[in-house]
């Protein structure tokens, strides 16, 4: 059996480099955020759901995901954000542990998650290791590459649980602050990683 990685950090922290490093170095990363989309556009039970709680609108007539209304109802309300998670987060559960069953050969495999702590998924993982970044840092990534206003990332980074909350409950830091290398980092939870299991 795999041991699990879940790969956690607020917007900008450098989760996606992490896991690309990690799949350089043979450890398969479920992207939760790009399997989430996949789910939300493939799933008959997923559609089913938002349709119900939505209404038709918010599938487009071609099928894909009314992105602005399911996005506006979200961030409307906390309660609407538990009903949307409530719908999603089960099918990406049991489609990331379709996915690990598939990964039998790999001693380690990862998921990458900005909400795992959050979308309760601890348990679905060995080890939570947290990707950090100064708070400035992150802003400014995040502006760079969302193409996106200070305004918007730190309205999404007061969304997310915060990162010094989420430092203590992970398992494992590496620190993404553009001063250390990652690499060694990550050869150090792998090197970790074999120790303790």
């Known amino acids: 059996m795999a041991i699990k990685i ?17 799949e350089e170095m ?7 955020d790009v399997e989430s989309k996949r789910l939300v556009q493939t799933d008959e039970a997923i559609r089913r ?22 996005a506006s109802y979200l961030f409307g309300h906390a309660e609407h954000a538990r009903q949307v998670n409530g719908i999603i987060h089960p099918r990406v559960r049991a489609d990331f542990r379709r996915w690990v069953a598939g990964q ?16 309760g998924f601890r348990n679905e993982v060995d080890v939570v290791v947290m990707v950090y970044a100064p708070l400035e840092l992150r802003v400014s990534r995040a502006v760079s590459r969302d193409e996106s206003s ?10 997310q649980m915060d990162d010094e909350e989420k430092r203590n409950l992970a398992d494992w830091v590496i620190v993404n602050d ?13 090197a970790g ?5």
């Open 26 to 32: 043979g450890v398969p990363v479920y992207n939760s």
């Open 49 to 70: 759901e938002l349709v119900r709680l939505l209404g038709d609108e918010v599938y487009y007539k071609d099928g894909t995901l009314n992105k602005p209304l399911l």
């Open 178 to 190: 553009g001063v250390r290398p990652l690499i060694p980092q990550v050869q150090d939870l792998l």
């Open 193 to 197: 990683l074999a120790r303790r299991f």
């Open 104 to 119: 039998a050969d790999r001693p380690v495999v990862g998921i990458e998650s900005a909400i795992l702590l959050e979308a």
């Open 6 to 22: 879940g790969i956690i950090g607020g917007i900008g922290s450098g989760k996606s480099v992490v896991s690309r490093l990690l």
């Open 150 to 159: 200070r305004e918007a990332i730190e309205k999404r980074v007061r969304s």
